[in-house]
């Protein structure tokens, strides 16, 4: 099945810590992109890549870094610097070369403790 | 970065009636997407749009992409309990040619009384 999956399901950071969050697609896309989302809020863009070696800030990305060194995979790292990391996380892709539809992973759970 | 404004923010109704949302922005959108999204879940496309004035369904749902391109409409017919969860609009505003980043509306949290 082709599909977009991210891991772990749910995961605790002390704080200090930095921790990455994966996300890997098989649908062959070209773009990916790493979104927050607190509770009862909407998807903010963090980090968006449209090839491979090669991405661009979104809204928010301060305190978080990303790698782009496969096509297949977007890891996201959320760093020290990042003072309230607790949020869903949510990866998403689509085909590019203009086509807007997104399409999304189950999201990972952060949790500072 | 620019938002959609979704209305209404939240909807409580009965099982079995019919849900209306909408979506609008101050710019031109060249697609309407509509995604649910279930608790703890990521979201999941429901419909998508490209031309003004289309209409399409799928199964249950009607989504229209609004004549003047800012705006967009969701209905639910007859409802059931599975389809609570939170409806989102998403678009890449004309602004945005040759570059994939979508903006997301506010949401439209739908809950169903027994």
């Known amino acids: 099945d082709g599909g977009i999956t991210q891991s772990p399901k749910y995961l605790f950071r002390k704080e200090g810590q930095n921790v990455t969050l994966s996300c890997e697609q098989n649908?062959?896309?070209?773009?990916m992109y790493w979104y927050r989302q607190d509770p009862g809020q909407g998807l903010r863009l963090i980090y968006y890549s449209q090839i491979v070696n090669d991405f661009q800030k979104g809204d928010i990305a301060e305190g978080y870094s990303v790698s782009r060194e496969k096509k297949e995979s977007f890891p996201l790292t959320v760093t020290s610097a990042q003072k309230n990391p607790t949020a869903f996380y949510l990866c998403?892709?689509?085909?590019?070369?203009?086509?807007?539809?997104?399409?999304f992973g189950p999201g990972t759970r952060l949790l500072v403790l | 970065g620019q938002q959609l404004n979704q209305s209404p923010q939240s909807m409580f109704i009965q099982e079995g009636e019919d849900v209306s949302m909408n979506c609008t922005s101050s710019s031109i959108f060249n697609t309407w997407l509509w995604y649910k999204q279930e608790p703890g879940e990521g979201p999941v496309l429901l419909i998508a749009?490209?031309?003004?004035?289309e209409l399409t369904s799928n199964g249950r749902l009607t989504a229209q992409f609004g004549i003047t391109r800012k705006d967009s409409f969701l209905n639910i017919s007859a409802s059931i309990p599975s389809d609570v969860g939170i409806y989102f609009c998403?678009?890449?505003?004309?602004?945005?040619?040759?570059?994939?980043?979508?903006?997301f509306g506010t949401g439209t949290r739908l809950t169903i009384i027994p």
């Open positions: 749009l490209y031309k003004a004035g």
């Open positions: 649908l062959n896309h070209d773009a």
């Open positions: 998403a678009g890449p505003p004309r602004s945005n040619f040759g570059n994939e980043k979508l903006t």
């Open positions: 998403a892709s689509s085909s590019g070369q203009g086509a807007e539809t997104q399409y």
